[in-house]
C-alpha cells in the first residue's frame, strides 16, 4: 500500500501572499481544515509550509490580532514534512506519529505537490482493512459449519 493510492488528490492549496482571511474563507467553502501553502513554478506547485483552522484561531483570534493585516507567510507553518507517492503506508503513519502531525503534502519525483494524506484517510484505510478482516473471518466461519455440522 503506498501513499499516493491513498492521499487526497483534491488538495486545496494558497500561495503564502495570500490573506488569512481568503484561507479561512476557502476552509469554510470546501469544508477543509487545512490548506497546502505553495509556490508555483514551472515545474508545478512545490509545497512550502502548511495552514490550519487551528492555526489561525491560536496565533490570531486567542491574541487579538485583525486577520485583515496578516498574510498566509506570516503564521503558515513552515517545519513542512512531506512523503512521496511511492512511499509505505504503514511507514508513513509511523512517520507522521514521531514528528507530531496529523496531516502531511504528498509530493512526486520532482518535489512538485500531488495530494495529501491525513490521519482520517488513515482510519478510512484500517477500517477498511478491518471490515474485511470481519468478513473473512464471518466467511470462515460458514464454511467450517458447513464442512462441519
Known amino acids: 500500500m503506498s ?3 491513498y ?7 494558497i500561495e503564502r501572499s495570500a490573506s488569512v482571511v481568503e484561507a479561512a474563507g476557502l ?8 490548506i497546502v501553502v505553495v509556490e508555483r513554478g ?6 512550502i509550509g502548511l495552514l490550519t483552522d487551528r492555526d489561525i484561531v491560536v496565533e490570531l483570534v486567542a491574541r487579538g ?5 496578516v498574510t498566509i507567510g506570516d503564521i503558515m507553518s513552515t517545519e513542512l514534512y ?3 507517492e ?18 502531511i503534502p504528498v509530493i512526486d519525483r520532482q518535489g512538485s505537490l500531488s495530494g495529501i494524506l491525513t490521519v482520517d484517510d488513515m482510519i478510512g484505510v484500517i477500517a477498511e482493512q478491518l471490515a474485511d ?5 464471518g466467511r470462515e466461519q460458514r464454511r467450517e459449519q458447513k464442512q462441519r455440522p
Open 3 to 5: 501513499v499516493g493510492e
Open 7 to 13: 492521499c487526497n488528490r483534491e488538495t486545496v492549496v
Open 27 to 34: 476552509m469554510r467553502e470546501l469544508h477543509v481544515g487545512d
Open 42 to 47: 514551472a515545474d508545478g506547485m512545490r509545497p
Open 65 to 69: 490580532v485583525e486577520p485583515q493585516t
Open 82 to 84: 512531506t512523503a512521496w
Open 86 to 103: 511511492g512511499d509505505d503506508l504503514l511507514d508513513t503513519l509511523k512517520y507522521m506519529r514521531e514528528k507530531g502531525v496529523r496531516r
Open 133 to 137: 478482516i470481519t468478513t473473512l473471518i
